[in-house]
Structures are given as C-alpha cells and as structure tokens.
C-alpha cells in the first residue's frame, strides 16, 4: 500500500498511481481531519491530486523527486483554501 | 523540506528588497509603469512561495498588497503617499516576518497581531477610481493566454518568448493510461501552473475519481517545438500558444531600466553558495604558496644531480604552473565579484525611515552601484556607509526651515555614488547640509589636548578635517554637540583601513560635506614572513619588516623598564613579540635572539621571536565575525598545510 494511514496522517510512500485513488477517498471520507503527508511520496497520480484537490486535504510536505510537486501544490491550494 | 524553506528564505529576501527598491521608486516617479510592474511581479511571486508553507497571515497580507498593486495597474489611481505607504509597511512587516522565520520557522505572535493593522491600512488605501487605462489593442492572443501570463507575473512587454499552454484532459483520460500533470511536467521550463475543475465539483457521494474533470494551464520559457512534442499524442486536448514579445514602448526618459527578466538569467547564472567560491579561492592561494617549492627544487637538483636540463625542467614547469595558477586565481577572484548594488540597495528604505523619523525630507541618489568589487568588501562596506549615512541626516542635513533660509530646496540631497579607479573602488557620500567648520573642529582639538594652539594654527582646512577620524575625536560628546560630525568616524576610518583601504572628507561650510571610501577591488596576494613563538605561529607582512638578524644576549641593555641594543650606531628598542601577544615569554640564556627589525610609527623597532620560518605568498583576508575586534591582527591566511595563520598588524601590535 503506498497511501496509508499513520498515527492520525494519510500518509503517501513511493509512487501513489491511480488504483490507490479509492483508498485515498476512503481514508479521506472516514478521517476528513487528518493531513495528509506527501514527504515519502515519489509520483503522484493527476487521478490522486484531484482527489486531493476536490477533497480540500490539508498537505503537508512535498515530495522530494518530484519536480513539478511544488507548483502542483500551489495550483491546486489556490483553488482550494486560499 | 528544509531545503526548500531555505530556498525560500533566500528568494523572499530577494524579492522584499526588489518590492521595496520599486515602491521607492515609484514614490519618486509614479508614472513609471515598469516600477510598477515589478513590484507587482515581486509581490505576486512572493505571495506564491508564502502559499506552500503555513505562515500565518503574510499570505492574506500579500495577497491584499497584491490586490492594491492589481488595482493600480488596471485603473489609474494616484500613486501617492496614500498608496505607497501601506505597502512599504507591508514590505518592512513581511521582511520581520523573515527574520522571525529565520529564528524560530514562523511569524511571531507580535507580529501576527501586526497583520490585522496592516491589512487595515491596505484596505484604506485602496481608493478605488475605476476608470480604465487606455485600451489595450485588441490581439490575436486568446484570454486565457493573456491571464495566465499575466498571472505567472510575466509582463508582455518583456523581452523573451513563452509558450502558453492549456491542456484539458479528456474524462476518460485515466483509463487509457494517462496521466495528465506528468505528461505535462515533461515540458522543461515550466514557469507557472494553474490547475482548475472544468466543472463544478460534485457532492462527495457523487465524485467519481476515475473522471479527469481539471482543466491545466501553465507556461513555459520552452521553445514552442518543445512543448508541442511533448503532447504530439493528444492534440485533440491540447492548445498552445506562442507568446511573442510585444513591442515595447519607448521607456519613459529617466524611467529606471528594465529588471533582467527572471529565465534569461536563470540560463547565464547560477546560484552557489558563498563558501564553495571561497574554498576555490583558498585552494588558488594555496597553489600560489605550493609552487613556490619548486624554485628551490630546481636549485637543490641542480646541486644534487649536476643536471642542468633535469633543473631547467622544473624551472620551466614552474612558470607554467606559475602562470596557469595565476589564471585560476585570478578567475576565482573574478567569481567572488558582485555588484556594490547589493549593499547599496539597502539604503533607500534606510534613507527614508531615518529621514521620516528625524522629521527631514531627504532624496538619496544612488549612483554606479553596478560597479562590482570582491564580496566581502561589498558586505563589509555596508556599516561603515551606514554610519555616514546616518552621520549625513542627523547632523549635515539641515531641518526644512533651515535650508529655506540658506536659500537650499526644502529636500536635502544625499548622494551615495560608486566608480571604479583602477584597482580600487572609490564610494563617496555627498550631501548638500551645512557642512563643517574648519575653526570649530581645531578648537575642539586644542580643548581636547589633542593640538596646541601653534600647530593647530599651521594646519590646513583639509588636514584639520581629517582630525575628525582620530580616535581622541570618537567618543567626545563636545564635537557631536558642535558640528555632528566626528562620532564614530574613527570606526569608519578603521572599518575601511581592514578592508585594504581609507576614508577621506571634504567639507565646505554651508555647502556639503563628502566623504570618499577607496577601497580595493579584491583582496591581493601578500607576502608574509612565518615566525613563531612557543608553540603558536604568525605571520608578518614582509613590508613592514626591513630586516632579520641575529643578537647576542650580551648585546641587550636594559632601558629602565625596556631593553634596547645598538644596530649600526643606532640604538632600538627591543620587544617581545610574545609579551606583545601576551603569551608566555621563553628565556633562552647563551643563545643568539632572532629579532625583527620593523618599521613603526617612523621609528625602528626589533621584535624578538623564537623563530622564523618560511616565507610565503599568499592571500590575506581581513578579520571577520568573533574575531574582527582582535587588536594587533591584521587578518587571516590559509597556509599549504591547510593551517589557518594569524598575519600580524605590527604597527598596531606596539603602538
């Protein structure tokens, strides 16, 4: 499993494909106030960051080998808390 | 992550300082559109990089600075006091903000308090007039295009192509295996990136994730071909635009010059810690010291082996090594160069807030801050300009009502201008406030004990000014009462003199006053003598010793509290270089002193040491950090063992 619940965070390790979207809605849907830490991860679905994006998740960190990462984060924040 | 908040400090910095050079310049010139411009592009960029980190409320403060900058560039509101005040405010709180995020991660409460006056103020600020500018001649380029451009903080008129691209991804898209943002991230020089649902999203019960429903803008400095290959495979989902530079209108005359455009300098430069340049430069002036060993190679193989050719060898591979090492130094040197403007930039809002708070008006005109000198003198330079700076407003430039009197405008001038002589850089401060009196100064000198009346009446105007550098003058609370000037200036004169250089002043009463920094450009190459005492080792520049010998005890004659010996029918005092240093002075009966004859204060003087060493080429850095108030040194070099050497200031050591 690559997106996982840990200690109160939805955690994401290594690359997190499309399959893993339902597991993320499911975590997301029974823990709506966990953050959700992106430090571990490597690649991240687009299917994944509109979850994310559609479900508001409150992010925490970036992942490192993504380049893209960051500006991804700041696209998907504008529309979604700021 | 750590590495990313770092990264983010550093361009905060950056942009703070470029917010704030436009904003300033703005309030000098409003008209001037590309000011605006980019303090709007710093702003916005800066409002983007707070948004990946939780730091409280500097985002809705950005955000609202952004959004009053937003205004000015659509309407034609006044740029005035009203609006340029705010947002300086902005610019100082958010640079305390760093500060605090530097220390502690984020924003303190103080400060966070802080946000709810400024954004207050921002709001009063926006007075609104929503009267369009000019209309912007219709184009073939599609809204979308323009708004991302303009979102990414690119301003047309830029030199430089981009590409805009909006990529909606068909819904079924995940289920023939693709993956839209990393399709998109295979576009090299992504600059911007916007992401929005194409729809509405649905209740959460209805959400289907296996539908693609965003719709993905983003921009790129990539060439059009670039991006075009890289989505070859679903042209259908795909729109890419070029777009080219507009014409640019004629700057205005005096408008200041376009800011280099960000990816044109990303191509040219790069970005490398301080401290990885100065290994290179320690490494060269190693070099310099290890090549040194090959002349007397060269000597011993000859007298070794009788080989001429195997000693004219290494003299020749010397001279190449010797040429080649002069190059890399002086490439390296080259590489520590930057613009004074670094230094310089901090003025400005210095200039204003000092002026502001002493109730003067003053214009600060900076000049030749793209005259570039070795890094280190660039960031050393600062406090003591920042202590003629304020030295200028507090006591040359008058109070308003003075200056009318005299017949000066009612604003003083300060002007901060740097150029380049030679070897050297020459940093003047001029101002137009009442300058300083010649007569005073000496009557403060001969009531100070530091002149008698008879010499204080055969200087001239221009040597009686420079007393105001003499220590005696620094702290004397009467010469600050009398013209101002004169506090702390001996700390000036100091600051520069470790920098390799010194400060000069002109003054004429009632007219201005200006002071003249000469500093060198780099630090050069120095040759010093290694001598040790005990244990420890120094060096000593070569300069300032005429020569060493050799001195029977029995030549030593005490000197009341002192000793001395004759050299050549002259008698000179005999130091200690380990009482100078007040280290442990090692007797050494029967034997012969090895004693420095060195130049001090026109007088010589022999210092004994325990020993001397070699003799070395290299490259002397001033004292910096802890050890910068170390009386007696001169500075530090790095010597062939990798050994950090302390380099004597002997004059200073036996004054």
């Known amino acids: ?82 | 992550m750590d590495e990313l908040m770092d990264q983010f400090a550093i361009e905060a910095r950056e942009l703070v300082q470029q917010a704030s050079d436009d904003l300033l310049a703005l309030e000098r010139a409003p008209t001037d559109r590309g000011r605006l411009e980019s303090a709007f592009r710093a702003i916005h960029t800066l409002k983007g990089s707070v948004g990946l980190f939780d730091l409280g409320p500097m985002h809705e403060v950005l955000h609202q600075a952004e959004e009053l900058l937003t205004e000015a560039r659509n309407t034609t509101i006044d740029i005035d006091a009203g609006f340029i005040d705010p947002l300086i405010a902005v610019v100082e709180w958010v640079d305390q903000c760093l500060d605090d995020i530097a220390r502690e991660g984020k924003p303190s409460e103080n400060l966070a308090r802080q946000s709810k006056q400024i954004l207050a103020s921002l709001h009063a600020g926006e007075t609104a007039d929503d009267t369009p500018l000019a209309e912007i001649p219709p184009e073939t380029v599609p809204d979308w295009a323009e708004a991302i451009a303009k979102a990414a903080g690119i301003d047309r008129g830029m030199s430089g192509a981009f590409v805009a691209v909006r990529y909606e991804p068909h819904p079924e898209c995940f289920f023939s295996g693709d993956d839209p943002l990393a399709t998109l991230a295979k576009m090299p020089d992504i600059l911007h990136l916007q992401i929005a649902p194409k729809e509405p999203w649905p209740h959460r019960d209805n959400y289907d994730p296996f539908r693609c429903n965003l719709v993905i803008e983003a921009l790129t400095a990539a060439a059009i071909t670039d991006v075009e290959a890289v989505f070859r495979l679903i042209p259908d989902q795909i729109r890419i635009v070029g777009l080219t530079p507009l014409k640019q209108e004629k700057a205005e005359l005096g408008a200041a010059p376009e800011p280099v455009q960000p990816h044109a300098q990303k191509m040219t430069t790069m970005r490398v810690e301080a401290t990885r340049v100065d290994a290179l430069l320690e490494i060269a002036g190693e070099l310099v010291t290890a090549k040194n060993g090959l002349l007397p190679l060269a000597e011993d193989a000859l007298v070794a082996t009788s080989d001429e050719r195997l000693s004219r060898r290494i003299l020749s591979s010397h001279q190449e090594i010797e040429r080649l090492v002069g190059a890399l130094y002086s490439a390296v040197t080259r590489a520590r160069m930057v613009p004074l403007d670094q230094t310089f930039r901090r003025f400005p809002r210095l200039v204003r807030e000092t002026a502001a708070r002493l109730g003067k008006s003053v214009d600060l005109i900076v000049e030749g801050e793209d005259v570039e000198a070795d890094r280190e003198i660039v960031e050393e330079i600062f406090e003591p300009l920042l202590h003629l700076v304020r030295n200028a407003l507090d006591h040359g430039i008058e109070e308003e009502p003075d200056r009318t009197t005299s017949g000066k405008p009612p604003r003083g001038s300060l002007t901060l201008r740097a150029r380049q002589r030679g070897e050297r850089i020459e940093v003047e401060l001029r101002d137009d406030g009442r300058g300083i009196e010649p007569d005073r100064i000496r009557s403060a000198a001969i009531a100070k004990g530091i002149l008698s009346e008879t010499v204080a009446a055969t200087l001239s105007d221009a040597t009686t000014l420079q007393l105001l550098f003499s220590p005696g003058f620094s702290t004397a609370s009467t010469v600050s009462d009398l013209s101002g000037r004169g506090v702390g200036l001996d700390a000036v004169q100091m600051a520069a003199q470790r920098l390799g250089g010194h400060v000069e002043l002109a003054s004429t009463p009632s007219v201005g006053t200006v002071f003249t920094l000469s500093l060198p450009i780099s630090f050069s190459m120095s040759r010093i003598m290694v001598v040790s005492v005990g244990e420890e080792r120094y060096g000593v520049p070569i300069e300032g010793v005429i020569e060493t010998i050799r001195l029977s005890q029995q030549n030593v004659t005490a000197v009341r509290a002192g000793e001395a010996f004759v050299l050549r029918d002259l008698t000179i005092p005999l130091l200690h270089l380990a009482e100078l240093l007040q280290l442990k002075r090692r007797e050494t009966l029967g034997t012969d002193l090895r004693v420095l004859i060195a130049q001090a204060g026109g007088e010589r003087v022999g210092i004994v040491v325990d020993a001397i060493a070699e003799r070395a080429e290299t490259l002397l850095r001033p004292l910096s950090g802890l050890l910068r108030g170390l009386p007696g040194i001169a500075g530090t070099t790095v010597l062939g063992d990798g050994k950090v050497l302390l380099v004597l200031d002997l004059e200073e050591l036996i004054g």
């Open chain 1, 1 to 82: 499993m690559t997106i996982r619940l840990e200690e109160e965070s939805i955690v994401f390790v290594g690359k997190c494909g499309v399959e893993e979207v339902e597991t993320l809605l499911t975590l997301l849907e029974a823990y709506p106030r966990s953050p959700v830490d992106l430090t571990q991860a490597e690649t991240i679905h687009t299917a994944i960051w509109q979850a994310l994006m559609m479900a508001k998740s409150d992010i925490r960190g970036i992942p490192s080998s993504s380049k893209i990462a960051p500006m991804i984060l700041s696209a998907i924040g504008k529309n979604a808390s700021f």
